[in-house]
Each structure stands twice: as structure tokens, then as C-alpha cells.
């Protein structure tokens, strides 16, 4: 079983930066795709951004602009650069690596809180 493992999360102020990274120890080959997803308190999770193994990437609206998904597969590591935070993304984030030759090898992190304090 794979297991993802992220770091990087905590609190800061508004306007600030954090610098995500999830990462596994299994060595799987390329992951198809790498992403990052979010669930605030009493929403849903939903998709902050991706990255396929082609290097493109794919942003939500909110955070297009001033995150930035980054991956190096020679780690199996994918990054997410979250700079002039708000407190709206406060948050747990969770890493999300597919693979496969179908794609359906889903994977998880456990998650890791992002507070923005105003």
C-alpha cells in the first residue's frame, strides 16, 4: 500500500506563504497525476491544483494566481508553493497521487492543517 506522507502545513497571517510537500517512499514509478485538494470546515474537499506527469498543471479559480504545483519524480514529490494566503484557505490539505495503467490507483494523504489568521 502506498503511503503519502505530507509536511509543511501551520498557521500564519495574511498575506503570507507555505510551501507544501507530500511525498512516498514507494517506488512506483512516474505517478500519472499529482495533486493537492482542501476541506474547510463543513465543506466539501475539493481540488486546489493539479499536475499530470506531462508537467501540466490545472489550478481552481481561487487559488489560480498565487499557488503554485510543482513535482519531482525522482523523489516521488509533489510541491504546492501557496503565497498571499487568505484566510479563506484556511484548510486541510490533502495529496492526491494516481497511477496505474488505467489510472484508478487512487491515493491519499492524511492530510495537513493550513490557518490563515487576519
Known amino acids: 500500500q502506498v503511503q503519502l506522507v505530507e509536511s509543511g502545513g501551520g498557521v500564519v497571517q495574511t498575506g503570507g506563504s507555505l510551501r507544501l510537500s507530500c511525498a512516498t517512499s514507494e517506488n512506483k514509478g512516474s505517478f500519472n497525476t499529482m495533486g493537492w485538494y482542501r476541506q474547510a470546515p463543513g465543506n466539501q474537499r475539493e481540488l486546489a491544483a493539479l499536475?499530470?506527469?506531462?508537467?501540466?498543471?490545472n489550478y481552481a479559480g481561487a487559488v489560480k494566481g498565487r499557488f503554485t504545483i510543482s513535482r519531482d519524480d525522482a523523489k516521488n514529490t509533489v510541491y504546492l508553493q501557496m503565497n498571499s494566503l487568505k484566510p479563506e484557505d484556511t484548510a486541510v490539505y490533502y495529496c492526491?497521487?494516481?497511477?496505474?495503467?488505467?489510472?484508478?490507483?487512487?491515493?491519499w494523504g492524511r492530510g495537513t492543517q493550513v490557518t490563515v489568521s487576519s
Open positions: 492526491r497521487f494516481s497511477g496505474g495503467y488505467f489510472d484508478d490507483e487512487i491515493y
Open positions: 499536475i499530470t506527469r506531462g508537467g501540466r498543471t
